[in-house]
Structures are given as C-alpha cells and as structure tokens.
C-alpha cells in the first residue's frame, strides 16, 4: 500500500510570496489532515478534510492560509503572503473511512520543509 | 481543551536495557491516546494507540505503553532498548466525545538517544 505522498520536500522563499503544498494521501482515505511542525515542537492541526468538507480549520491563519481539497482526494495548501514565522514543516496525514477504531490511527507524509527568509 | 506534557526533552538509555517515555494528558472525558516515532526527515510513523480496553496496549517493534487513568498517564516502555530506537517520540491525545473533528493534540517530543 502506497503512503501519503507530499511535494515539494522542500521550499525556499522570501517573506511575503507565496507558496503551495501538495497531498496524495492513502488511496480510499476519507480523512485528511494538514499540520504545521515548527521545530522543537509537535505538530499542530491546521485543517481537517472529510472528503471534500472542512470538519476543522479552526486553527488556520485564514488570513494567510488557504486549502482545498478538490474531488475529496488530493489536497493543497498555499499560504499567501508568506511570514517569517511560517519557516516550519507542513505534515499531511490521512485516515480511513467508517466507523470505529481503525479510522483513529492518522497515516503521515514525509512533510514539506518550509524556509522563509 | 485538551494537552499532551511530556516533561522531558531528551531520553538517554544503554543498548539492552529498559526505556521508558514519559506522557501525561489533559482531556474532557475519556481519551484517545497515540504514540508516534519520527525518524530525521521523514513523517511521523503509528507506534500504537490506546481506545478502550486492556490498559497495557502493545504496539511495532515492541514497544507497549500502560493507560494509567488515575494519574492521567501513557507512558511508552520498551524492555530491551536498541540503538535503532534511537528517534524523536510524540505522545498524542484527543477527547472521546470530539466525534468526526478528530483534532490530535501532540506533546512536544522526547528525543530519544540508545547509547551502544
């Protein structure tokens, strides 16, 4: 079984561009996930998809942060205009569909690394 | 809301002998409890998780951790430490009740280091 598939691995910028990620995740996973891990930290939810529907965004920086996620698969989350303190790296993670216990366990990508200067 | 303490930063153990990584959690209600090992440059891998059920939870490369509800504990042990285990840990935990918005709240890693 193919994992969560990310691009790029990695990105440079300069403060105030914009930037794009891509997600692939497990073939048939309903659920999909974006967090933002900055460094010496855990990772922390920005969005959670359930197919094509926003179940969660209550922690995304609206103002800068947008994703989507067309067709209920594949997702993109850009930030626009990109800030210093966005230097961080950006998981997706996907989950089973159904109900029950199996759907609990998140399935992660290798991440994009994210450097604004 | 809900939080994830894991008191300490850095773990060091001899090769063969037992580790243990500590977690405590904050949660309204009943909890879900994970365990995740991230290796450099690569994305968080399931170790196990606790739902409901047998307080002792095993989970990949023999590693087990014990739910302790009265001391709101998920402590990760391993009886025989290798130099592979050597990675950053996360413990995680949601709120049974949260329903479909399946927010993971992670602590903030413990780096492990197996001396050989």
């Known amino acids: 079984e193919a994992g969560v598939a990310q691009s790029p691995r990695y990105k440079i910028i300069e403060k105030r561009q914009s930037v794009a990620f891509w997600c692939n995740p497990i073939?048939?996973?309903?659920?999909l996930y974006w967090y933002q891990q900055i460094l010496g930290q855990g990772p922390k939810l920005l969005i959670q998809?359930?197919?094509?529907?926003?179940?969660?965004d209550s922690q995304l920086p609206k103002d800068r942060f947008s994703a989507e996620r067309l067709k209920g698969v594949d997702s993109t989350l850009k930030i626009q205009p990109a800030k210093l303190e966005d230097s961080a790296v950006y998981l997706c993670?996907?989950?089973?569909?159904?109900?029950?216990?199996?759907?609990?366990?998140?399935?992660f990508g290798p991440g994009t690394r994210l450097l604004v200067l | 809301a809900q939080s994830v303490a894991q008191p300490e930063d850095q773990v060091n153990v001899a090769e063969g002998n037992p580790l243990t990584v500590k977690c405590t959690y904050s949660?309204?209600?009943?909890?879900?409890l994970f365990w995740y090992v991230q290796y450099p440059n690569r994305g968080l891998q399931f170790l196990l998780k606790?739902?409901?059920?047998?307080?002792l939870v095993k989970g990949s490369y023999g590693f087990e951790a014990e739910f302790n509800k009265s001391q709101t504990s998920f402590h990760l042990k391993k009886p025989s430490a290798l130099v592979s285990d050597s990675a950053l840990y996360f413990c995680?935990?949601?709120?049974?009740?949260?329903?479909?918005?399946?927010?993971?709240?992670f602590g903030s890693g413990t780096q492990l280091t197996v001396l050989p």
């Open positions: 606790y739902i409901t059920g047998d307080n």
């Open positions: 995680a935990v949601r709120a049974l009740a949260a329903g479909s918005a399946r927010q993971l709240t």
């Open positions: 073939s048939g996973h309903a659920t």
């Open positions: 993670a996907s989950s089973p569909p159904g109900q029950g216990v199996r759907m609990e366990t998140q399935y």
């Open positions: 949660v309204s209600g009943n909890p879900y």
């Open positions: 998809f359930q197919n094509n529907g926003v179940v969660d």
